[in-house]
């Protein structure tokens, strides 16, 4: 499945954008449903002149002391969003300037704003196809973010030197495949990674390498991975996982 993945990313030819944000999928899909809605609506005053961004800025951070004169949260992802639609170089600058220190109750709006107003404008200014790649987890640059989890073998907890091995191997490998580590926690008896994976990278291809190089020191991490680009992997999916690994291997004995 992995490989499939990274197959279909490689047939695609274009510039890949990611939000770095970790933004659930749906309120993604949401937010562009919302925002060729609005396309449709103003699609006869698109693009917006720079007056029209300045006062859809205004009324954004307008911080009035009473209540009623405020925008409200809805208001404000319309206002947000009529700046992404708007074609404007201003906008996407307003927008940068927003986002430092949005409200935080729409600061994953905003980051949806921002991502569609620097596509819209890439789109115009360059020939190159622009490829929007939704992941719940988010990424930074041309890279995934993702978890994963590797287990050991045997029920006891890894010792000094096995531990060592897995930070040399996936530094190693990652470093070779211009990956990014963002944490590293080995516990007893599995090893849950945070990282930054490139778009097209074999993901399979490189934990491959890294299961193998560190069973040649003992064969003690098991083959196979949990991988997730949607939440982060809790520790009682894990362990729940090796328990059930646990009793497959009692019934394989039986």
């Known amino acids: 499945m992995l490989r499939g993945f990274a197959n279909s990313l490689q047939d695609l ?4 954008h990611i939000l770095e944000q970790q933004v659930p999928v749906q309120r993604q899909i949401a937010y562009f449903k919302f925002s060729d809605r609005l396309k449709r609506e103003y699609s006869s005053h698109l693009p917006f002149e720079d007056e029209r961004v300045d006062e859809i800025y205004d009324a954004l951070c307008d911080e009035e002391e009473d209540e009623m004169e405020k925008a409200g949260k809805a208001e404000k992802r319309r206002l947000l969003t009529l700046l992404a639609i708007s074609r404007s170089i201003k906008a ?3 927008l940068k300037t927003y986002i430092e ?3 935080p109750e729409i600061a994953d709006w905003a980051a949806m704003a921002l991502m569609e107003s620097q596509l819209a404008l890439e789109s115009e200014l360059s ?3 622009q490829i929007y790649i939704a992941t719940a987890m988010g990424g930074k640059g041309q890279k995934l973010r993702f978890c994963i989890v590797l287990y050991a ?4 907890s890894f010792l000094p030197f ?4 897995i930070e040399d191997e996936i530094a190693f490998h990652f470093s070779h495949s211009n990956c990014e580590i963002e944490r590293l926690e080995i516990k007893d008896q599995y090893v849950r990674l945070l990282c930054l994976i ?3 990278a074999d993901v399979q291809a490189i934990f491959d390498k890294i299961l193998n190089g560190c069973n040649e020191f003992g064969d003690f991490l098991r083959h196979g991975f949990t991988i ?3 939440h982060e992997i809790t520790e009682e999916e894990i362990l729940n996982e090796i328990e059930k690994q646990q009793n497959e291997s009692t019934k394989a004995s039986d």
């Open 13 to 16: 030819q274009g510039n890949f």
């Open 92 to 94: 996407f600058r307003l």
């Open 101 to 103: 220190q949005p409200d």
């Open 127 to 129: 020939d190159e196809k």
């Open 153 to 156: 073998k045997a029920t006891l």
């Open 162 to 165: 096995q531990r060592q091995t």
């Open 198 to 200: 490139p778009v097209k």
């Open 228 to 230: 997730s680009n949607v």
